[in-house]
């Protein structure tokens, strides 16, 4: 989940703009646990499925 959209309990504020400490903390920690396929897109995440689906079928066939 992104933070970009969240809205703040406390200030009523998007959490992005980290206007009060909760805000902050909760960037922070959205932060901390995006991993390696956090940044990527969508798009590229089924993009990058579909690509090792083929290689698997090719493998598949090989052997």
Request: proline content about 5%.
């Amino acid at each position: 989940m992104t933070y970009d959209r969240l809205v703040c309990a406390n200030c009523a504020a998007p959490v992005s703009e980290g206007r009060c400490p909760v805000c902050r903390a909760s960037r922070e920690r959205l932060q901390q646990q995006e991993g390696i396929f956090g940044q990527l897109s969508p798009v590229a995440l089924v993009t990058l499925l579909i690509a090792l689906i083929a290689v698997a079928a090719l493998l598949h066939q090989v052997v």
